[in-house]
């Protein structure tokens, strides 16, 4: 048997995951301020609005925090699509106070911000520069990611997603790598069941597309295969016991294990959709991605080699015996390759409407003429690492079948 060589590359934060785990905060900031001349370490709290007040868990990170001698400052003004005005103001307000580290705790939204701010602090600048090309030329201050959710993958990726709103565009800057993500999912018990399904679903599109990426690798399948496994799952498990801390932790290692594939491969045409229909209609992005999995995956039907990943999900998703009794794809499991693939479509699509996500577009108030826009603006590296190559024609074509 000839076997093909096995290179990749693995970049990844330093990894703290456990139950309990943020009471780890106060000692992690003083270890990655050690040699410093730092006599009255300050840190830069960045989160949400009220949900961390809310679940007491704020409060606790403060208490800790000044026990071990290290003042926070709060920026409580991380919004779900975070803005050029809001992360320019942090920096402002960050530099203002000294700060030397970042520590950003929330959603998908507020680690971008906090890492957006991390990369201004110490490079100077505005964001619109960023997004103009400007390069981040020296390190961020330290920054610490603590997700609140099981989905985004934030916490890993070296990006920050950002919306202009004068210009109406939402682009990407790079090069913001976290010092240290800290992964705690008690976090998440206090998770509504709605956003649980949408960043669930994220999570598990994204391990789907990481796997079928045309930069996947050895190590991207690995960590793939294993989200996959994990999230299909406990997803249609924890949306009916959102207290129950064993499915908490698992969604949660899916979600790091997902993260871990995609941040070293690429994702695909999902998300390279995902990105204009979450501007032009505020829609939750993992909505959007539950919504159009699977009619991306019957448009890569035509590649051999994804058919073979998508039957393994199959067989996967049918050793696990998932969520069987309800929906419309069948017990019985396809032979060939081809046909097992179509049954992994269905068996996703049963698990998406389970879970609480339409199965159409139209369903989230996307119309037929608003198609041509969504495709106009549909680019960047997801879609060309989307395992089949598209055209504006067959992006349209998607997106039809979807509605």
């Known amino acids: 048997m000839d076997y093909l060589p096995i290179n990749f590359n693995f970049i990844s934060p330093k990894l703290i995951f456990g139950r309990g785990k943020i009471g780890e905060i106060g000692k992690e900031v003083l270890s990655l301020l050690k040699g410093k001349d730092f006599k009255n370490p300050k840190v830069f709290l960045v989160t949400g609005k009220s949900s961390l007040k809310k679940s007491g868990y704020l409060n606790k990170i403060n208490m800790i925090l000044t026990k071990n001698g290290i003042s926070s400052y709060l920026y409580d003004k991380a919004v779900k699509e975070p803005t050029t005005e809001i992360i320019n103001h942090g920096k402002e307000y960050a530099i203002e106070k000294n700060c030397q580290l970042v520590i950003g705790i929330g959603g998908g939204s507020v680690m971008d911000t906090a890492k957006a701010i991390a990369g201004l602090v110490s490079n100077g600048g505005v964001v619109e520069e960023y997004h103009a090309e400007k390069e981040f030329i020296k390190p961020p201050l330290p920054f610490i990611l603590i997700p609140t959710t099981s989905g985004t993958g934030s916490e890993i990726t070296n990006n920050a997603v950002i919306k202009d709103e004068k210009r109406g565009i939402k682009k990407s800057?790079?090069?913001?790598?976290?010092?240290?993500?800290?992964?705690?999912?008690?976090?998440?018990?206090p998770l509504p069941k709605k956003y649980t399904a949408y960043s669930g679903a994220d999570a598990l599109v994204q391990a789907i597309e990481s796997l079928v990426s045309k930069s996947a690798n050895f190590i991207s399948d690995f960590?793939?295969?294993?989200?996959i496994k994990l999230l299909a799952d406990t997803l249609p498990k924890v949306i009916k016991d959102l207290e129950n801390i064993v499915l908490r932790e698992r969604m949660m290692l899916g979600s790091l294990f997902d993260a871990l594939s995609f941040s070293n491969s690429k994702l695909g045409a999902v998300h390279g959709f995902a990105h204009p229909i979450g501007i032009k209609f505020d829609i939750p992005h993992g909505l959007i991605c539950g919504m159009l999995l699977p009619y991306v995956m019957e448009y890569n039907l035509e590649v051999d080699a994804t058919v073979k990943k998508y039957a393994w999900i199959a067989q996967t998703l049918s050793d696990q015996d998932i969520i069987i009794g309800y929906g419309s794809c069948?017990?019985?499991?396809?032979?060939?390759?081809?046909?097992?693939?179509?049954?992994?479509?269905?068996?996703?699509?049963?698990?998406?409407n389970y879970i609480g996500i339409p199965l159409r577009l139209s369903e989230a108030g996307i119309k037929e003429s608003d198609l041509d826009d969504i495709v106009q603006d549909t680019k960047g590296s997801s879609l060309d690492n989307n395992p089949?190559?598209?055209?504006?024609?067959?992006?349209?074509?998607?997106l039809q079948n979807a509605l």
């Not at 960590?223 to 989200?227: D, G, I």
């Not at 069948?330 to 998406?352: G, S, T, V, Y």
Request: proline content about 5%.
């Open 173 to 189: 800057i790079r090069g913001l790598l976290a010092s240290t993500a800290l992964l705690d999912p008690e976090l998440t018990i």
């Open 223 to 227: 960590f793939a295969r294993e989200a």
């Open 330 to 352: 069948p017990k019985k499991l396809p032979k060939n390759n081809i046909n097992k693939a179509r049954w992994a479509i269905e068996k996703l699509k049963d698990i998406f």
């Open 388 to 398: 089949r190559d598209t055209t504006k024609d067959s992006l349209r074509q998607i």
